[in-house]
């Protein structure tokens, strides 16, 4: 019999995330506790107006296919929050609407690598950015986003990476799994090493709106000569909650729109038209919602930083940005994956071992606090007495 499974499918990993929630889910069904800090998504219920105004298009009969870009009305309307929150002067034909900004992050990686192009992408980093040039034969060539950098870009490393064959930068900001945000300042100097080395900039921006202690969000696109250089990747699943929707956007020069369409054409065919409708009214209607939700989670990642820093052999920065702490763990002398198993089994707490996102992730643990604040302080006392028990 012919082998069945195409021989480029050997080069995707299965994700380390969902292994570790596998884990923990059957664990649960056999009736243990366990509090998740493994999932990267918001614990909140997608707030209410965006709710009613997806029912309404649907009971409006919005239930068939849009424009395979996207309605021209979420486009606008993503076009204005650009310009208004990001000081970037995109047009509506600049923007791509697809399903969740996974769908945005395939079709830009297949849009622009050939076979052999090198890409450079964070270690640590959001698996995907990995494992997708991978899989179109292309090379990740990581640079490292490091603990005692304050989880900024190393400028001198990134030029020593630049080859002939670089074509694109992709940078995460804030960051998944780190939680740093990138300054002003490094981005100015991305800028220039981008425009020196005729580079594309991959900006993830998905958790833009999630950030803390008064610290600002710099698009890339936004600095001079750079929005035509930079694909900017954004979406609705963190900021307003709504993971489960699926809906993102690629904004980027109208050429390369169009090509990330002919992918998505074949993909996808176009978003789900009534949630469309819905992210138009979350872009011009929102009120607090958003920012209850950020004030939320600072609570919370204040609490969870403060009290990881108090466990004998555990630290973390504080994060800046996003939902997630990268714990230090590496004083207790075990692997990541082995700290990991030992506090889902004994402790009935689930984190992901950082190596899932990359080799520089070893020695860490992501833990997400897009939990509640009561099981984030039950997780970190448990926490607390799992590691005593390891340290005696
Ligand atoms: C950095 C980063 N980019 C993109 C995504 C994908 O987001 P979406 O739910 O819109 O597909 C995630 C999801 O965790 C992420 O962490």
């Known amino acids: 019999m012919k082998n069945l499974i195409a021989e480029r499918m050997d080069r995707l990993t299965p994700s380390g995330i969902r292994k570790v929630n ?10 243990k506790k366990i509090i998740h800090f493994e999932i990267g998504r918001p614990d909140f219920d997608t707030p209410e107006y965006i709710k009613k105004a997806c029912i309404d298009s649907i009971q409006a009969g919005d239930v068939f296919y849009t424009s395979n870009f996207g309605t021209t009305e979420l486009r606008e309307a993503i076009a204005w ?42 270690d640590p980093v959001w698996i995907n950015y990995v494992n997708v040039p991978k899989l179109l034969g292309a090379v990740p060539v990581t640079y490292h986003l490091l603990e005692e950098n304050d989880y900024q870009i190393d400028l001198e490393e990134i030029r020593s990476k630049i080859t002939d064959k670089t074509k694109a930068m992709v940078i995460i900001t804030p960051n998944n799994p780190t939680g740093g945000v990138l300054a002003k300042e490094t981005l100015e100097e991305l800028a220039k090493i981008a425009k020196e080395h005729d580079i594309t900039v991959i900006a993830d921006e998905v958790y833009e709106r999630l950030i803390y202690d008064g610290e600002q969000h710099v698009s890339i696109a936004s600095l001079p000569g750079m929005k035509e250089r930079t694909v900017t990747l954004n ?22 729109i169009k090509t990330l369409n002919k992918l998505h054409q074949h993909a996808t065919t176009c978003a789900t038209s009534f949630v469309q409708k ?20 600072q609570r919370r990642r204040d609490y969870a930083a403060d009290a990881i820093n108090q466990i004998d052999g555990l630290s973390c920065k504080c994060p800046k940005g996003a939902f997630y702490i990268f714990i230090n763990v590496k004083e207790l002398g075990k692997s990541s994956a082995e700290i990991a198993s030992y506090l889902l089994e004994e402790a009935g707490l689930a984190f992901v071992p950082g190596d899932v996102f990359g080799p520089e992730g070893e020695g860490y643990l992501r833990m997400s606090f897009a939990n509640s604040y009561d099981n984030i302080v039950e997780g970190c006392e448990k926490l607390k007495a799992a590691i005593e028990a390891l340290r005696n």
């Open 235 to 256: 979406g609705f699943s963190k900021a307003y909650s709504m993971t489960g929707w699926r809906l993102g956007y690629a904004a980027a020069p109208e050429e390369l």
């Open 22 to 31: 596998e884990k923990a889910l059957a664990m649960e069904r056999e009736g």
């Open 81 to 122: 929050k650009f310009r208004t929150q990001n000081g970037i002067d995109y047009q509506a034909s600049e923007i791509l609407v697809t399903v969740g900004l996974s769908e945005a992050v395939y079709a830009v990686l297949c849009s622009i690598l050939n076979e052999g192009d090198e890409i450079l992408v964070p």
């Open 278 to 297: 819905a992210a138009v009214t979350a872009i011009y209607e929102e009120k607090d919602e958003v920012n209850d939700m950020v004030k939320e989670y």
